[in-house]
């Protein structure tokens, strides 16, 4: 199971720190992703890293640059910095997990993923 924490309201320019957490896995030997989905759109990728490897990590264009996906592996946590949060940010955070080492191009699909948190919202408000 993966439990998502870290939502709340924020400022224009504000950070957030979101976290995943893992009950029942390691968590370094999986994929680990973040997506998004705003009200009356579609799920969206966010940010990627791949198993056993903090350095190998993908992001969205829409958001490169102001997040940061982390793994802490002695917690079994992964987490997404976000700074300089926009407006367009607002939405529904989900991380999921999948015991693959997916190609980067697949990390992006939603549909690799087995395992999802319940999602926790973002707001960011001007």
């Known amino acids: 199971q993966l439990q998502a924490s870290g939502g709340g309201e924020v400022q224009v320019g504000g950070s957030l720190r979101l976290s995943c957490a893992a009950s029942?896995?390691?968590?370094?030997?999986?994929?680990v992703a973040w997506f998004r989905q705003a009200p009356g759109k579609e799920r969206e990728f966010v940010a990627a890293?791949?198993?056993?490897?903090?350095?190998?990590?993908y992001y969205a264009d829409s958001v490169k640059g102001r997040f940061t996906i982390a793994r802490d592996i002695a917690e079994n946590m992964v987490y997404l910095q976000m700074n300089s949060l926009k407006p367009e940010d607002t939405a529904v955070y989900y991380c999921?997990?999948?015991?693959?080492?997916?190609?980067?191009?697949?990390?992006?699909?939603?549909?690799?993923?087995?395992?999802w948190g319940q999602g926790t919202l973002v707001t960011v408000s001007s």
């Open positions: 029942g896995r390691a968590f370094d030997t999986y994929s």
């Open positions: 999921a997990a999948s015991p693959r080492s997916w190609i980067t191009s697949a990390l992006r699909a939603a549909m690799n993923y087995d395992y």
């Open positions: 890293t791949k198993p056993r490897s903090a350095r190998m990590s």
